[in-house]
């Protein structure tokens, strides 16, 4: 059994900032990407960031220069440090972690509950 949890949203002004976390727990033998998805009320989800089991990072263009995507692998965890927020980037973020679990055969994908991030004008 795989648990990944986020937390660290929260609401924000304008041109602050936010550091998201995220931790993969149970029979895990290894993780390859992971990677962070925010859905807008009304709007799909979408790609935000995702760093590779190497350390290789991705960003989408809206957030590149704001964000920074980073994983610690002792910890099987994850982080989004957002600065510079802007009101568009508020939307529910979701983690997602590409597994290699004890039992499994191949990677899945397993995703978090999701974190409210609130960023007020």
């Known amino acids: 059994q795989v648990q990944v949890v986020e937390s660290g949203g929260g609401l924000v002004q304008a041109g602050g900032a936010l550091r998201l976390s995220c931790v993969a727990s149970g029979t895990i033998r290894g993780i390859n990407n992971m990677s962070w998805y925010r859905q807008a009320p009304g709007k799909e989800r979408e790609l935000v960031a995702t760093i590779t089991s190497g350390g290789r990072t991705n960003y989408a263009d809206a957030v590149e220069g704001r964000f920074t995507i980073s994983r610690d692998n002792a910890k099987n965890t994850v982080y989004l440090q957002m600065n510079s927020l802007k009101p568009e980037d508020t939307a529910v973020y979701y983690c997602?972690?590409?597994?290699?679990?004890?039992?499994?055969?191949?990677?899945?994908?397993?995703w978090g509950q999701g974190t409210q991030v609130t960023v007020s004008s």
């Open positions: 997602n972690c590409n597994i290699l679990t004890a039992l499994a055969l191949r990677l899945q994908d397993y």
